[in-house]
């Protein structure tokens, strides 16, 4: 199957494939055919409305007119992050809010993605020293603040750094926990996480 396009909802998942989805079928799945752009804001309400639906797959897209509606529903915004390696080759994982995370944070005006990622890595887990490795993918997830929805663009970086035991959560961006994990089981515990986190460990 032909994943063009994905965002997330908290726990929930929105993707548009072009391949027809029927298979996928369950009980917390929606399946639609594409659909008129100008209800694109109807199908979003009910989208992260309604607790039942897990995820929403739009099906057979041919063109990105759907995607584009959607889009359009949205302001922009830019992130990045990293998900880091000792040299033993384990993962570091991090608790946030309770949840399996990863580190992350916007792109500050001027900054590359990979300066906002290694940024954003040294300050959420008190690494003094990460180098980034290679990109590894771009995940999407959707919130609202203040009355106004965005969507917010995460560029990955795969990273190493020589210093693992200088860990240190930041406790503004409510980070409690950071542990080394080997990847099987950083994989196995993702599976009750966020779909976006899933998709930077799928990526490896």
């Not at 300050?123 to 106004?148: D, F, R």
């Amino acid at each position: 199957m032909m994943n063009l396009f994905e965002f997330s909802y908290g726990l929930k998942r929105c993707v548009f494939s072009s391949a027809d989805t029927q298979t996928l079928l369950d009980e917390h799945t929606l399946i639609l055919r594409p659909f008129a752009p100008e209800v694109a804001a109807k199908v979003l309400e009910i989208f992260v409305s309604n607790d039942f639906i897990h995820q929403l797959y739009v099906s057979p897209c041919k063109d990105d007119s759907v995607k584009e509606a959607f889009l359009s529903l949205f302001t922009p915004v830019a992130a990045a992050g990293g998900l880091v390696f000792d040299p033993a080759g384990n993962a570091l994982s991090m608790t946030r809010r309770d949840m399996l995370d990863l580190p992350k944070g916007h792109i500050e005006e001027g900054e590359t993605p990979e300066n906002a990622a290694i940024r954003e890595v040294q300050e959420e887990t008190g690494l003094p020293q990460v180098s980034i490795e290679k990109p590894l993918t771009t995940t999407y997830h959707v919130y609202l603040a203040n009355e106004q929805w965005y969507i917010k663009e995460t560029q990955w970086f795969k990273m190493v750094t020589d210093q693992p035991d200088s860990l240190n959560p930041q406790a503004e961006e409510q980070i409690t926990n950071l542990t080394w994990l080997p990847v099987p089981q950083l994989m196995e515990k993702a599976a009750d996480t966020y779909p976006t986190i899933r998709h930077v460990l799928n990526a490896l």
